[in-house]
Structures are given as C-alpha cells and as structure tokens.
C-alpha cells in the first residue's frame, strides 16, 4: 500500500520540480539491519508501480540509517524503522533542504517527520504542521482535504 500512496504524495509538493535529482525523482528508503527485507521490497514495488512520476523517473535508494549522508541529494525519504536519535538526524537534514520525510510509525511525526501512513480498515494519511512549517515546503490544497493534522 505504502508503495502505491507514498510516490503519489510526493506530487503534492508544489516545488517538486526543484528538488530533481539529475532529472529523476529520487526517494532514499533509510532503514536497520532487521528491516532490509521490507526495504527491498518498497524499492521494487516503487518502481513497479511508478517507473515515472509525471515526466521523470523515480530512482529508489536503499540507505542504513548509520549510512546516511546529510550532503546526498534526495527528492523525499522514507524512514523505516529506526532510533529515534537517526530519525530526528534525517528529520533535520530534510527540514533544512525542503525535503517530504514520510514514514509508517505515526510516532515518528513526534520526531519531526512530515507525513505518516496508517492503514487498517481504511487509509488515513496524517501531516505535522509542525515539521510542515519547519521545512518550508509548500503543498497543493487538495491534499489537505484528505489528510489528518496532527
């Protein structure tokens, strides 16, 4: 599902085109040691489902947390399970350059991320106002409408 939605999302940041990568949309999955299956997994289904969004390719990068690098340049990330400490570090990074950080844990908003999924018998996509405003990011209207604030 978070494959489906996630990409989609990204759309709604009405800067989007500034934050190509060589002209592609590139999204770095960041997560542990015990999550590299499921890792592996959003990556392939990612680019399965969207080999473009709009015009440009999505390049899906896999990232350990210990490994990530606050100069690469990304579109968006995706935060698979981590500590809390590697959360707020990518939270940060992302906030400073304008970054959409999206992960499934809810809890993780508490840490500065922009956008969780939850799914159960329905969707429901909740944004942090906060992190929203910390990051400067500017998204289209319509998203709000069917997202939760948190």
Known sequence: MHAKIFPKILLSDTKIENKLVNGSVKIIVLYSDEDINVANKLK??????????????????????????????????????????????????????????????????????LMSLYVSDKVSLYISMEALKQSDIVLDNIIYKIAKIK
């Open 44 to 113: 392939t289904q990612m680019i399965r489902f969207y080999p473009f969004l709009k015009e440009h390719p999505l390049q899906v990068v896999l990232k350990e947390y210990r490994d990530f690098d606050p100069s690469e340049d990304t579109t968006a990330y995706y935060e698979l399970y981590g500590e809390k400490k590697s959360i707020i570090n990518v939270n940060k990074t992302a906030q400073k350059n304008s970054r959409i950080t999206f992960a499934y844990e809810s809890n993780y908003l508490d840490y500065g991320t």
